[in-house]
């Protein structure tokens, strides 16, 4: 496939360019951004996606429109009219040379209004005879401003027009982390304030096993603006996981959890740095995971075994660490608590890991999540474990709220 790319600035380019090259098309380049405000901020992107190409390695091609400066002339009026203008010279001109296909890579921006551009791409399409393709390159987002800081571009600190700029709309500063767009995450401002969200977006999170409990607490602290995510389970998704893991679907079935998990984040929030591992913590494998380098580590392990071992791991890796206790067998979310694991009551599973860490020689202490219900048995199956989301969705939210009323202590 030809393919014209029309790129916005050097930043948003590259991750972009390199997943297209990946999957076979080799775009060229396409350069149009009339209103770019002031002059000297429409040449700096200019200069930053020359920049990039020089630095690539691969052979890339820019078209720089003639003619094209900052001025006042062609300032659209909001974002849609600005779409427009871009993307209108971009297919007309790939009509005119023969290409298969337009895009943008506008698309990778959390910020920008994906309905709109790809509604515009298609209506374009058609008045040109030529395809708009539509991709969601917005989990690449966080690579791409990693690279573009390795490479030393230039970071804008808006989207580019006048009104846009003295609006504030996506305003960061230069060389620092991308601050959250505002829609996300606005009524969490409202409540927790603005200091609260920088530290929750800088805040390293492990979480190990994505079942009934785990996979909602990954998704609470997501919601809620953690940054950076860690997520382990070894395990696939299977049809008696749907009535209780936030993954769990008709479409994921057979899918590896963490991935699945992962793919779900991304859709939340694209610019969450993610990392999914596919597999059971165990000794052998603890140094992978890297648990020194993160501010909280959660348990929602069912293995007792892998359990008491990420605990010790834990523990004398200096990790701020919560656990769940077990949360089969129960049916009523009121009777769930937090405290010390050797306060713990009525909790078979507590009762097991209080055991195995005596004989292990452990006299740390902990804070978990357990409930004091008395394990329901099944008349037809005394030995089931039984689960219902009601129960293992409010524990997983309760670990996540450990988390975030520490992070909110601690500033």
Known sequence: MKLLLHCCCGPCSIACVENL????????????????????????????????????????????????????????????????????????????KGFDAFSTTLLISPYQQHDTIRRLGKELAVCYGIEFLYRDFRPLF???????????????????????????????????????PIPFFDRLVLLTGTEVLKKLEQTRVLVFGLGGVGSW????????????????????????????????TSRTLGHVKAEALK?????????????????????????????????????????????LDLIETSYAAGARFYSSMGMAKKLDPTRIKTGSIWDTQVCPLARLVRQGLRKRGFNGDFTVVYSDELPLQHAHEPNSKGSIVTVTATAGMILASLVLRDVMDNI
């Open 21 to 96: 090259c990946s999957g076979g098309i080799t775009p060229t380049l396409f350069w149009y951004n009339p209103n770019i405000q002031p002059i000297t901020e429409y040449q700096r992107r200019h200069e930053g996606l020359l920049a990039f190409v020089s630095a690539h390695n691969q052979s890339l091609e820019i078209i720089d429109t003639c003619g094209s400066t900052g001025t006042e002339n062609e300032a659209p009026q909001n974002c849609e009219s600005c779409y427009r203008l871009r993307l209108e010279k971009t297919a007309a001109h790939a009509a005119k």
């Open 142 to 180: 966080r690579q791409g401003q990693a690279q573009a800081r390795a490479l030393g571009l230039y970071r804008q600190k808006y989207c580019g027009c006048t009104n846009n700029r003295d609006r504030g709309s996506g305003i960061r500063d230069q060389g620092s982390e991308i601050q959250p």
């Open 217 to 248: 607490c990954v998704e609470a602290l997501v919601r809620s603006g953690v940054g950076r995510i860690g997520i382990v389970d070894f395990d696939t998704v299977c049809e008696s996981n749907v009535n209780r893991q936030v993954q769990a």
């Open 263 to 307: 793919e779900r984040l991304l859709e939340i929030n694209p610019r969450c740095e993610v990392t999914a591992w596919g597999e059971i913590f165990t000794q052998e494998n603890a140094a992978r995971f890297s648990i020194e380098n993160a501010d909280y580590v959660i348990d929602a392990i069912d293995s007792l075994t892998h359990k």
